[in-house]
């Protein structure tokens, strides 16, 4: 809960969030590239920062939590320290994706879309990242693990802490 | 940089970006798209670059950091021209000697030259290869020689001269013309006729219309839009400002995934490079016509890719699609005149005016014109993205480009057009691919995935796989797609567990026609088609599934077991101590058993047990022999010398 209280206040107090819907110029079709902006910027979107969006481009609370529970690249809560990120995607699948992320999943005890209490990891299903070549492919914090099996998955994960 | 304000002018640029460049000056191309810098690219630019200055090479030879080659399965790519020798798989610690030998000395490297699998002949021209020998690369073949981040590359090749002769030397109903004569299909999905499309929203009322380009690109297994958004992004904005002179639009906007960060980069650079030199802007070419473009980025979701779901998303809502009585080319973005076509379709166009719609459809067949790009992933060897002419055979693009099945394992079916195309079996490999075969054989173009598979691929599991896909990106707006979907998935889970009952086949059929006819978008009218697809050719394993309770691929985990023949196992202890649920018994000389109430099926055992002792088994539909009495476990060594 430490960090997450820190999260929140680094969010509102540094006018981060000012700065990026200034840019934007109050326009309410901007909504979804000013979220995006406040993901990238925080990793989540916090409740504060979506009251302050809301009021700026003046759509309705309801409206942006609709935004933000619909796509994919919003989280509601914070993140963990790591993501892990396992392709699902075709070419992944018939290679042996599904058994790759059994593997992370019993490893860090999280389910696809969860991020576990000490904040440590986050895990992700992707469904493409077009480098099919290496599949199947986990990237932890965007670093690509390709070919791999779920023999290999423990020493990858054990260096992060 | 100097406004361009006549095609004359850009002439006279592209002259003098070519007297300045030394055609014979060496120059190094490597591949720097996402997959190549996943595959280690990035690591070997920056040795490329510290080992030109350590070798005192600076004015000596050009490097070049292009966008995507195609030929993934070999990455990082790298090519030295004016030869155009070919080295693939390359490391940092491999550029020195490049740099010292075959830059300095003129002598190729043979080890790190591609090797044909048949001959062991070593081939030195990236051409010569059978990957890129047998395509036809119009569209996607600048990629291997631009550095995306500057135009000047694009014009030394001839950009923009397309949008300077469609501005200048004809109207814009001649180039609508063109367009429509080439028969220029949508390389998205459907395959729409792009020309009607243009025609359409051309002739709709309204002062205001949009462009759009849809880089939403979402099918997995797909990625030839994010290359050439990547790795050629004018020619992308070319085709899409010529297509908006066509129509009538003056505003345009490339829609394109927030998962594709270096595309959204490299286009952002496009636009300023391409605004700085006139190409957009007010006035583009002296012509009178104005014309601007935004990036939208899309925060993912697959429905997104629909077109009206796509514009309600630029709008700043949520991208769910509306039904389409009214076409979107008449009342899209903003209830105004909107034209979409995909990546694809938009870079094709450059090629079609500045050549001329008669040479277009010279190439590919009676219904489908020109090239398309495949990406062929799955299991074949030669993994990429190939150009072809529409036409060409299933069989020559796996074959012949793609190198055949690794490990001499059998060809299963091969699935084209993503979540809503089919899987098409060894019979059809003789089909000439365009649409409409596709279409008949029960699946589609799509954009252009093909998944390769083999004897190792359940198709029960990939029917499953996808309506989970298409379950879990369904928006959930209309009733028939989110629940249709729902239940034909809960039946094939059922179904792969072994829980399968006699008529499930029958009710999947029903299901299928049902969601086909009534749902919504073009998700939920094909989310059958892998279903129906595989029903239709692989009856047999879906029968195997429910009647023998058998998983003939060895793929459903609730089917299969994995049991050590005692006979075989040399009690080596490797699958012991990889075991992750440690549900191995044995220990050195005693031989290993799976205790079955322990095993995940993860397959590690299997994977790791060395092949020339083969003593993991994997088996389905019969049961697994008892263990090895624990008294008979020993094994007696004979000694080392003997």
Redesign the interface.
Known sequence: MKERKKVKTAATANGKIDKIIDKYQGDASALIQVLLEIQSEHHWLPKEALDKVSKKLEVPLNQIQHVATFYKAFSLVPRGRHEIQVCMGTACHIRGAPRILDRVQDLTGIRPGETDLDLKFSLETVNCLGCCAMGPVMVVDGKYHGKTVPAKIEDVLKNYD | MPRINSPAGLEELRKDILSKRDPNKPCITLCSG??CH??GSKEVAASIEEEIKKQGLSAEVDFRKTGCHGF??K?PIIVIHPEKICYLQIEPEDVPEIISQTIKEKKVIERLLYTDPNTNEKIIHEFEIPFYKNQERLVFGSNGEIDPASIDDYLALGGYSALAKALSQMTPEQVLEEVKKSNLRGRGGGGFPAGRKWEECRNAPGDIKYVIVNADE??????MD??LLEGNPHSVLEGLTIGAYAIGSHEGYIYVR??YPLAVENVGIAIQQAKEHGFLGDNIFGSGFDFTVKV???????VSGESSALMT???????EPRPKYIHTAVKGVRDRPSCLNNVETWATVPLIINKGADWFTQLGTEGSKGTKIF?L???VNN??LVEVPMGITLRDIIYKLGGGIPGGKKFKAV?TG?PSGGCIPEEQLDMKVDFDELAKAGSMMGSG?M?V?DE??CMVD?AR??LD?LSDES?GKCVPCREGIRQMLKILTNISKGKGKEGDIELLEELSEVTRDASLCALGRTAANPVLSTIRYFRDEYEAHIKEKRCPAYVCKALISYYIDSEKCQACMICLR?C?AGAIAGGKNQIHVIDQEKC?K???CF??CPPRFGAVKKISGEPVPPPIPEEARMIARKSKET
């Open positions: 996402t997959a996943a595959s993934c399965e990455g979402g099918d997995p297994g797909a990625y994010r290359s927030q998962e939208h980025r899309g925060a993912g979701a697959f998303a630029i709008e700043g809502r949520v991208g990406s992933v799955g299991k993994t990429g699935q993503g995935g998944i598979m190792d691929t990939v796989y996808f896909f928006c990889q992750p995940t993860c397959g590690t994977e790791v």
